[in-house]
């Protein structure tokens, strides 16, 4: 029941394929599920969960950029506009005609998926860098448009405060209670691009990746998969602007400006490129590490300056070091801490006798 | 992959606990905790590192005299790099470690924590951040602007206008040089009330961001339009560029004023140099300059130590700031403390000790304001700083412009909503 396999015994395409490939697999779902779900909630201090609260997000987020970049290969400056068209979206649906979340989260996703489909276009006759640049100016024809109209942006403040979310009658508002709020809509986020990969679509992002005129002779049309990266990619954004917007209480775009794009392809190129579970990495080591390292040299730092001196290192040396750590982990793996992972893993799946 | 996604996520989750569980600090006996975010290394690092250290000092001080009314002052600072998650994290944080009172940073940030400070019931301070209608006390029981907000500075940029062009603005013209974001749009309504009331002509020009390139609404001001009095609401290093553009186009600079973040020295200095301001005018809502008893006794702190005075007292402008909202902070829990006759205050408390500052000056380092319940602004008062000989002079002493034009809008923003 526990055992693992000491090698590759796979026959056939569905073994291949399958979620559970071993007994193993399910266990370690219902003890991760219990950890989730039961115990951490239980245990953690509500400090510690609302960091998970934020990697929970970004998760979201950096899923939907991995589908287009990772899997697709398309790249998108823009992702961090996406999230605002559907933070908006949700915003002024919540606010002016009352909708729950269950209506205005979906809403904002179809919404980012529509003016992500616009933005995409390009991508039919470019790509590298030059898609990378007609991206970029989505982001800012975006951003532009939701500063500069009050109908979309609520006013000159270009902020719209929304409701807690409610649920039966039961109101979300505090970090525990948003936990689980937050952490449905990741596990759903992971299911759905763990299938998604597995299904003709999935395959279809990768052919078109590897070799654009090849997937188109083998019959794929390529133009409509494009587009269709770019729908779910910006679906995903969207969603994670909703839950952002929730999160926060306010839809505000200055929340989700170019740097936020960046940051989200930081993290799915540390984590891994065209990987679900490199993402999470991503996700995580992304926002986790500014927090680590803040905590070990806040501790460490005292011993060597004065506290006035010391707020300035801690920042500054937590730039360079965030910075330092990304070069070290993609000059030991390219491919990204999913590469890492796997690496170990398959060392240890025939140790110790590897031969 | 299921089960590697989940081990991996629950392995880092042990990591943090571990990690978190052993920098928890345990407050002592006497001593109270305020939660402070930074921007040191993010896009307003240029004002964090001078209005931190600021802010340290004070505390500092405080506790060299022994604290406020005996008890100690522990400051967490967070770097939040002026983005929002950050931010976020940084308030938990705050919270789990007790803090009583926070200073917030950055507009987008104060906006995001709004709701939450209000549903933790920790008051946060944001002067110079965040919007205009958060001066309503109602709206936001929990989030403290405690400065002019930029409706006011708006007022005040009108009525010294109003000042120097002679007493009347009517049939003159007064044009807005302002960085196209909410912030910079913020102020508008009350421009064109004040234009339609005080009979003057505006027009406004906007600075797209990054706000380094504005040859062609200078060339416009200067050119066509050809205004009697120049407004400026710029941020980062756009204020430097719109002074050495005005000043090249042969604008003189003392018909230009700039809002709050347009007038530090490190803004003019970036211009080319005090020397080359002449006539510059700045907003400010602290005192600026080194002539202030406390600045001196902070200084003598240093000196006590075997330490020289750190270089970012030099820095007046945002130094000062720094120490306005630390003494807005100190005084609030002191507020606090007396009202509850020395037991340890919780953070409703010091709202409410917040809510009760008056007559708090700092020997005119901090305006004669006054917060209440429903008036989070303390009134909205400003001060006018000029380029005079090669360094900032005061040219009008704390004053409201056009106090009753800003609540009638507050009124009707409040009604909107």
């Not at chain 2, 700045?282 to 240093?302: N, R, S």
Request: with cysteine.
């Amino acid at each position: 029941m526990f055992h693992r396999e000491a090698g590759v015994f796979k026959t056939t395409y569905a073994a291949d394929m399958a979620l559970y490939p071993l007994p193993i697999a399910k266990w370690t779902m219902v003890v991760l599920a219990i950890l989730f779900v039961v115990v951490l909630p239980l245990v953690l201090h509500e400090y510690q969960l609302s960091i998970l609260n934020l990697i929970f997000i970004a998760i979201v987020g950096a899923l939907g950029l991995n589908i287009l970049v990772g899997y697709t290969g398309q790249i998108s400056l823009g992702h961090g506009a996406f999230m605002s068209v559907g933070a908006y979206t949700a915003a002024n649906l919540a606010v002016h005609l009352g909708l729950p979340f269950w209506l205005t989260l979906p809403a904002g996703g179809l919404m980012s998926a529509a003016i992500g489909v616009l933005v995409g276009m390009p991508s039919l006759r470019i790509k590298g860098l030059y898609l990378a640049i007609a991206t970029l100016a989505g982001q800012l024809i975006i951003e532009w448009t939701i500063n500069h109209v009050p109908a979309i942006s609520g006013g000159a403040q270009a902020s719209i405060q929304i409701d807690r979310p409610t649920l039966f009658g039961y109101v979300l508002k505090s970090q525990a209670q948003l936990y689980f709020f937050l952490l449905f809509f990741a596990v759903l986020a992971i299911v759905v691009t763990l299938n998604l990969m597995r299904s003709r679509i999935g395959r279809a992002f990768v052919a078109v990746r590897d070799q654009d005129i090849a997937a188109e002779i083998i019959g794929i049309d390529i133009y409509r998969y494009k587009l269709l990266a770019f729908a779910i990619s910006s679906f995903y954004a969207g969603v994670c602007g909703v839950l952002y917007t929730y999160y926060f209480g306010i839809a505000n775009y200055e929340q989700f400006q170019l740097i936020v794009s960046i940051d989200y392809l930081a993290m799915i190129i540390i984590g891994g490129l065209g990987s679900v579970l490199g993402t999470i990495f991503g996700a995580i080591f992304v926002t986790m590490l500014p927090i680590l390292l803040r905590v070990v040299l806040e501790s460490a730092g005292s011993l060597f300056f004065s506290d006035s001196e010391l707020a300035n290192v801690i920042s500054g040396t937590r730039l360079a070091v965030f910075g330092a750590l990304i070069i070290v982990f993609l000059i030991v793996e390219p491919e990204g801490l999913n590469r890492l992972w796997r690496n170990i893993r398959s060392y240890f799946r025939v140790w110790p006798f590897s031969y | 992959m299921m089960r590697f996604v989940k081990s991996t996520l629950g392995l880092a989750v042990a990591t943090a606990t571990l990690a978190f569980g052993a920098g928890e600090a345990f407050a002592q006996q006497k001593e109270l905790v305020f939660g402070l975010q930074c921007d040191r290394t993010g896009p307003t690092a240029t004002v964090g590192v001078y209005l931190c250290p600021g802010y340290h000092d004070y505390i500092d001080l405080v506790n060299s005299k022994g604290g406020v009314e005996g008890y100690k002052i522990k400051v967490i600072e967070v770097d939040n790099e002026y983005k929002v998650p950050p931010a976020m994290e940084a308030h938990e944080r705050f919270k789990k470690d007790g803090a009583v009172v926070e200073g917030l940073y950055g507009t987008p940030q104060t906006a995001a924590l709004n709701k939450k400070l209000e549903e933790d019931k920790i008051a946060g301070t944001s002067p110079g951040f965040g919007t205009a209608n958060a001066a309503d006390g109602k709206r936001f029981p929990y989030t403290f602007p405690i400065a002019a907000s930029y409706w006011s500075q708006a007022g005040a940029a009108i009525e010294f206008a109003k000042e120097k062009l002679g007493g009347s603005l009517k049939g003159k013209k007064i044009a807005y040089l302002f960085y196209d974001n909410p912030a910079g749009k913020e102020p508008l309504p009350i421009l064109e009330d004040l234009a339609k009331s005080e009979g003057f002509e505006l027009r406004t020009f906007a600075v797209p961001a990054p706000g380094l390139e504005m040859g062609a609404q200078i060339l416009d001001i200067t050119g066509r339009f050809k205004p009697d009095f120049v407004v400026t609401h710029l941020f980062g290093k756009a204020p430097s560029v719109s002074i050495k553009e005005l000043k090249g186009k042969g604008y003189p600079l003392s018909k230009v004023i700039a809002f709050v973040w347009g007038g530090s020295e490190a803004d003019i200095i970036a211009a080319g140099g005090m020397g080359v301001a002449e006539g510059y005018n700045t907003i400010q809502f602290a005192g600026v300059g080194k002539d202030f008893p406390v600045l001196k006794e902070i200084a003598a702190m240093y000196k006590a130590a075997g330490k020289a005075a750190p270089k970012e007292m030099d820095s007046t402008v945002y130094y000062n700031r720094g120490v306005f909202i630390a003494a807005v902070h100190v005084e609030a829990v002191r507020n606090a403390i007396k009202a509850k006759g020395g037991g340890v205050p919780t953070p409703e408390e010091v709202k409410k000790g917040m809510e009760s500052i008056k007559g708090l000056t700092l020997d005119g380092l901090v305006p004669p304001m006054e917060l209440t319940a429903a008036d989070h602004e303390g009134g909205g008062w400003c001060q006018v700083w000029s380029v005079k000989g090669g360094k900032l002079v005061k040219s009008k002493d704390w004053f409201q412009g056009f106090r009753a034009v800003i609540q009638k809008q507050l009124a009707a923003d409040a009604s909107k909503s």
